[in-house]
């Protein structure tokens, strides 16, 4: 405009109108410009602001965005570790959220579809911020880390608000490049106006000036804005590799701490471990794990507390907390520390636990040494205090006592409390052999001074200590003394120590000697001597006086005993060896050498030591006879108690296949047959049972040896006919009596017939002869058989002994029968006697009893008439063996009485209560109350008082018949019971008379039917 004017001057008056015209027109075109700058100038402006509208729009998109990440972090940080801090960033995101989606709404509300969005993302943000606080509130409550599906559906709202933000962000940058072009087309318009303004004046180049005023205003804008930009961008940068490097801290962290994480997903069973998890098993990260597998690898001790501790925690609704041993697949044994939570639902049913684990197996270790050291320490300290030796410790420096042990306070005659604090050498009168000064002197120069001491106490004695010093540290110093005042008279009681071992080695029963290192023999004690036959003793001497079979070990023994001699330890070496006695027999010896060491621990001789124990070898020997006898019996009794069997079965298959009279006929003889060896062998074997405790007991009578003859050879004669052997018997005069019991006296005939008849050759010849010789009544039964081999007949009567091999033959017995018939005479103040001449030269059993007086004449009464007719009566039987039951009662039935059945215990008292029977057969061995219970029950009951009790069982001891008396029977059976048994008991009860067995109060039959008396 001054440019104007400065050129428009010289013009004249005539021109002024021109240039009036001229500068209005430059005026209007100034104007015009200016306008025009000042509208290019403004749009500009607005361009600018609007682009810094949408700077300002993504900051707080990205705002909202960070913080929105600061909430999902906290959320997941508490559920994980629980810690308040995580709690901050949720509670300054439920404050700053809103007020950013305020923020954006104000900065978008010129914008419909930012509008749209935002109304879409509000919501979003509070889903995410109500799961979050959710979560939170979760973890609280159950204290267990949250599951997978409830992180993943945080990561999906999280991802979904993202989203939104994304879409808002993309409106924004496409706003920005849109306003943008619009700014960068006004800053054109804005150049075109300045270029115009300059061609016409100043005007002109006042608002171009001006339009380039609000470009660089716009410029600059835009230049802060990118700045700021860029500035968050770093920010946000930072703030991501800050995050990376803190889970990798925490990573570390894990890896570094030994810890391992799990989960377990209680409603499909599966669990998950993490790699560390694995490795702290020794398993490779590939391996599928079972809560099965995982008790499996525990140690065996720890598997029932940790399945314990794991229910426990599920139902108490507490925390997993134990410390396990685990097993490594190569065997290595590992302490893991196991902590975790349950998380339930809202029925309260466990889902999900969740849990770390920590290798704590150093941690264990170190404890473990901790406190062994502190106990050895305590316990030094301990012994130091209870040391026989008295202890001082006491400074170098002033002389004074700082400790004084029990052995000390007791020598001196002081207490602790007197010493410590005092000078130790004023206090106790001590003087040294030599100065202190120079004691000291050496203390310090070697660290220890050796050598007497007189101490005097408070009584004036002296006592003289060897003493041992040792400074430890600077100014330190532990004296230990030991008391050798009384040094002559130790060595006088060392002296009458010596002399009274000498005195024991010579009084004890064992052969003892002492060897010195070079192997000569400096005291061997009388017995040796004697039983060597030889006053001295040379290492040649014992060596050949060993066993030849024996001299490959004793180099071997040897040997060994050196070892033990070189290493200084008492340790004892011992073998056993036959020692040849000076007339030429051996003897088994136990020898053991132990090393004498003298009192500085090395070796200065051996000593040794030699006790007979030929007895025991030999008694050894014999219990590994007895055992090999025991073995062949039990052998020989499967045998014999097979064979019966296999008729029997036989006979029953039959019965199937055929029931013809005959058949059934000849099925029940062959069982009966069968049924009666079976009760035989048992009854033998009882019989062995009694006599080797002591338990049986004989009913003794004045018996006719003619009669007792008679029917032992009732059972022997069939046997002899079916072998085609001749039986010659001389008649037995019949006024020989033997005070004795018949039926065992029978048993023993038996036995010894049935031998004759089983070990003889068919067609062969039994010879039985009965005479009297003096007192005695002798029985002789010889036979043509196999006879009895020389070095067997000091054995025949040797529990379970056979002659020769069993399996060869059909009549091996069990070893048991001469065995009770030697008992059984000894038991008749008899003799029995064996003789043969050889195998196969026949064989002669002689049998001696001590005979007495005839029996007087007694003229037998008339047995009384029954009170009354005979009568049917109720019997009730009781037996868990079902087919035992019913084959007893068709048994009953048949001899016409009403029988009611039971199987068990409160069966039969209700039967009995109801069926109110005459007698009871009850078996002892019932279930849920056994025979005696139900007995001491129904004599308890008024209405069943009456019945007869007969008691049914496999035991026939005198104890078992005792207790049965106790518990109210009235008669006892032991099973198999016999048919007649069961007739003569019903009679004698349907009668009204006492069932007492036989006759002379013995059991009818071998079954043990009898009555309790």
């Known amino acids: 405009?001054?440019?104007?004017?400065?050129?428009?001057?010289?013009?004249?008056?005539?021109?002024?109108?021109?240039?009036?015209?001229?500068?209005?027109?430059?005026?209007?075109?100034t104007g015009g410009m200016s306008v025009l700058s000042w509208i290019a100038g403004k749009r500009a402006e607005n361009d600018a602001d609007r682009v810094s509208h949408t700077f300002a729009v993504k900051q707080a998109l990205e705002s909202t965005i960070r913080h929105l990440v600061d909430v999902e972090n906290g959320a997941r940080g508490f559920s994980l570790t629980a810690e308040d801090r995580f709690l901050d960033s949720i509670m300054a995101g439920?404050?700053?959220?809103?007020?950013?989606?305020?923020?954006?709404?104000?900065?978008?509300?010129?914008?419909?579809?930012?509008?749209?969005?935002?109304?879409?993302?509000?919501?979003?943000?509070?889903?995410?911020?109500?799961?979050?606080?959710?979560?939170?509130?979760?973890?609280?409550?159950?204290?267990?880390?949250?599951?997978?599906?409830v992180v993943h559906e945080n990561n999906r709202l999280i991802d979904v608000t993202r989203s939104t933000v994304r879409r808002m962000q993309a409106e924004e940058d496409?706003?920005?490049?849109?306003?943008?072009?619009?700014?960068?087309?006004?800053?054109?318009?804005?150049?075109?106006?300045?270029?115009?303004?300059?061609?016409?004046?100043?005007?002109?180049?006042?608002?171009?000036g001006y339009a380039t005023h609000r470009e660089i205003r716009a410029t600059v804008l835009n230049t802060e804005l990118e700045r700021r930009i860029e500035h968050r961008t770093a920010d946000l940068r930072a703030e991501r590799d800050e995050r990376r490097k803190m889970e990798e801290r925490l990573r570390l962290a894990v890896t570094g701490a030994g810890l391992g994480t799990w989960h377990w997903d209680l409603a499909t069973g599966q669990l998950a471990w993490s790699a560390e998890c694995l490795a702290?098993?020794?398993?490779?990260?590939?391996?599928?794990?079972?809560?099965?597998?995982?008790?499996?690898?525990?140690?065996?001790?720890?598997?029932?507390?940790?399945?314990?501790?794991?229910?426990?925690?599920?139902?108490?609704?507490?925390?997993?907390?134990?410390?396990?041993?685990?097993?490594?697949?190569?065997?290595?044994?590992?302490?893991?520390?196991?902590?975790?939570?349950?998380?339930?639902?809202?029925?309260?049913?466990?889902?999900?636990?969740?849990?770390?684990?920590?290798?704590?197996?150093?941690?264990?270790?170190?404890?473990?040494?901790?406190?062994?050291?502190?106990?050895?320490?305590?316990?030094?300290?301990?012994?130091?205090?209870?040391?026989?030796?008295?202890?001082?410790?006491?400074?170098?420096?002033?002389?004074?006592?700082?400790?004084?042990?029990?052995a000390a306070e007791q020598l001196y005659g002081v207490t602790r409390t007197e010493v410590i604090g005092h000078r130790v050498h004023d206090l106790l009168g001590a003087a040294f052999p030599q100065s202190l000064d120079e004691v000291k002197a050496a203390l310090r120069q070697h660290g220890r001074w050796v050598g007497p001491i007189t101490y005097t106490n408070r009584?004036?004695?002296?006592?003289?200590?060897?003493?041992?010093?040792?400074?430890?540290?600077?100014?330190?110093?532990?004296?230990?003394?030991?008391?050798?005042?009384?040094?002559?008279?130790?060595?006088?009681?060392?002296?009458?120590?010596?002399?009274?071992?000498?005195?024991?080695?010579?009084?004890?029963?064992?052969?003892?000697?002492?060897?010195?290192?070079?192997?000569?023999?400096?005291?061997?004690?009388?017995?040796?001597?004697?039983?060597?036959?030889s006053e001295t003793?040379?290492?040649?001497?014992?060596?050949?006086?060993?066993?030849?079979?024996?001299?490959?070990?004793?180099?071997?023994?040897?040997?060994?005993?050196?070892?033990?001699?070189?290493?200084?330890?008492?340790?004892?070496a011992s073998d056993e060896f036959r020692v040849r006695r000076h007339d030429g027999e051996y003897r088994w010896f136990y020898v053991q050498t132990a090393p004498g060491l003298d009192s500085d621990g090395t070796p200065a001789c051996r000593i040794g030591t030699a006790t007979d124990i030929d007895e025991l070898k030999r008694a050894q020997g014999a219990l590994v006879e007895a055992n090999q006898r025991k073995d062949e019996f039990l052998a020989t009794l499967a045998h014999e108690l097979?064979?019966?069997?296999?008729?029997?079965?036989?006979?029953?298959?039959?019965?199937?296949?055929?029931?013809?009279?005959?058949?059934?006929?000849?099925?029940?003889?062959?069982?009966?047959?069968?049924?009666?060896?079976?009760?035989?062998?048992?009854?033998?074997?009882?019989?062995?049972?009694?006599?080797?405790?002591?338990?049986?007991?004989?009913?003794?009578?004045?018996?006719?040896l003619a009669d007792l003859i008679e029917v032992a050879?009732?059972?022997?004669?069939?046997?002899?006919?079916?072998?085609?052997?001749?039986?010659?018997?001389?008649?037995?005069?019949?006024?020989?009596?033997?005070?004795?019991?018949?039926?065992?006296?029978?048993?023993?005939?038996?036995?010894?017939?049935?031998?004759?008849?089983?070990?003889?050759?068919?067609?062969?010849?039994?010879?039985?002869?009965?005479?009297?010789?003096?007192?005695?009544?002798?029985?002789?039964?010889?036979?043509?058989?196999?006879?009895?081999?020389?070095?067997?007949?000091?054995?025949?009567?040797?529990?379970?002994?056979?002659?020769?091999?069993?399996?060869?033959r059909s009549t091996g017995g069990l070893g048991i029968g001469l065995t009770l018939a030697h008992r059984l005479i000894e038991m008749h103040d008899g003799r029995i006697d064996v003789r043969s001449a050889g195998m196969g030269k026949g064989t002669e059993v002689e049998i001696r009893l001590p005979t007495t007086t005839p029996a007087p004449v007694v003229a037998h009464e008339a047995e009384p008439a029954a009170t009354g007719a005979r009568r049917p009566l109720r019997v009730e039987i009781v037996d868990d063996n079902v087919d035992a039951a019913e084959m007893l009662g068709l048994l009953v039935s048949s001899l016409g009485h009403l029988t009611q059945l039971a199987y068990d215990g409160p069966s039969a008292l209700d039967v009995a209560d109801t069926f109110v029977p005459d007698v009871i057969v009850l078996d002892i061995g019932l279930p849920i109350m056994n025979g005696y219970e139900v007995a001491q029950e129904l004599r308890r009951r008024p209405a069943l008082r009456h019945v007869h009790l007969a008691a049914l069982t496999g035991w026939g001891q005198s104890e078992d018949r005792r207790r049965a008396r106790e518990a109210g029977f009235d008669t006892h059976f032991t099973k198999p019971i016999s048919p007649t048994a069961v007739k003569d008991l019903l009679s004698a009860v349907a009668r009204g008379v006492e069932y007492a067995g036989d006759t002379n109060g013995r059991p009818r039959t071998r079954f043990g039917d009898s009555p309790i008396i």
């Open 642 to 704: 097979r064979n019966p069997l296999a008729p029997i079965r036989f006979a029953l298959e039959g019965l199937k296949e055929d029931v013809s009279p005959l058949v059934s006929a000849h099925a029940r003889t062959v069982i009966e047959r069968q049924v009666k060896q079976l009760v035989r062998l048992v009854e033998d074997l009882l019989d062995v049972s009694r006599i080797t405790t002591n338990k049986i007991r004989l009913r003794r009578e004045r018996v006719r």
């Open 1 to 29: 405009m001054q440019f104007a004017v400065e050129h428009a001057a010289p013009f004249g008056r005539t021109s002024r109108r021109r240039f009036v015209l001229t500068m209005i027109v430059a005026l209007l075109l």
């Open 537 to 572: 003793m040379r290492a040649a001497d014992w060596r050949d006086a060993i066993h030849p079979d024996d001299r490959s070990r004793l180099e071997l023994f040897r040997e060994s005993s050196r070892a033990v001699h070189s290493r200084a330890v008492h340790q004892i």
């Open 94 to 149: 439920r404050q700053i959220l809103p007020q950013d989606i305020a923020s954006l709404r104000q900065l978008t509300a010129d914008n419909p579809t930012q509008q749209r969005h935002l109304d879409v993302l509000e919501p979003q943000i509070d889903s995410a911020l109500r799961f979050a606080e959710a979560l939170v509130a979760s973890r609280k409550s159950t204290g267990a880390i949250p599951d997978t599906r």
């Open 713 to 808: 050879l009732e059972s022997a004669v069939p046997l002899a006919k079916a072998a085609e052997h001749r039986l010659d018997m001389k008649p037995t005069p019949p006024t020989v009596w033997i005070h004795g019991d018949a039926a065992r006296l029978v048993q023993v005939f038996s036995n010894v017939l049935n031998n004759a008849v089983k070990f003889t050759p068919r067609g062969g010849q039994i010879s039985v002869t009965a005479d009297v010789e003096g007192r005695d009544a002798v029985l002789r039964v010889r036979d043509t058989g196999i006879g009895i081999a020389p070095e067997a007949l000091p054995h025949l009567f040797e529990m379970f002994h056979q002659e020769g091999n069993i399996l060869d």
């Open 174 to 208: 496409r706003l920005l490049m849109e306003r943008s072009r619009e700014s960068n087309a006004a800053r054109r318009a804005t150049t075109l106006v300045a270029i115009g303004g300059a061609l016409v004046g100043l005007a002109l180049l006042v608002g171009i």
């Open 280 to 406: 702290l098993f020794g398993l490779p990260p590939d391996t599928t794990i079972t809560y099965e597998r995982f008790l499996a690898a525990l140690h065996a001790d720890d598997r029932v507390r940790a399945d314990a501790a794991v229910r426990k925690s599920l139902e108490d609704r507490s925390e997993y907390n134990i410390e396990l041993r685990v097993i490594w697949p190569d065997g290595t044994e590992r302490s893991v520390l196991s902590i975790g939570r349950a998380s339930y639902d809202a029925n309260g049913r466990a889902v999900r636990m969740e849990g770390i684990a920590q290798d704590v197996t150093e941690r264990k270790r170190t404890s473990d040494a901790l406190q062994k050291q502190a106990r050895e320490l305590s316990e030094q300290a301990a012994l130091l205090d209870e040391a026989y030796d008295p202890v001082l410790v006491w400074n170098l420096d002033d002389d004074e006592i700082t400790y004084c042990n029990t």
């Open 459 to 533: 009584d004036d004695r002296q006592i003289v200590v060897d003493t041992r010093m040792a400074a430890r540290g600077p100014a330190r110093v532990l004296q230990a003394n030991r008391d050798v005042t009384q040094g002559k008279r130790t060595e006088e009681a060392l002296r009458a120590s010596e002399s009274r071992f000498r005195q024991l080695a010579e009084a004890t029963p064992a052969m003892i000697w002492q060897v010195s290192p070079d192997g000569l023999f400096t005291y061997v004690n009388q017995r040796l001597r004697d039983y060597l036959g």
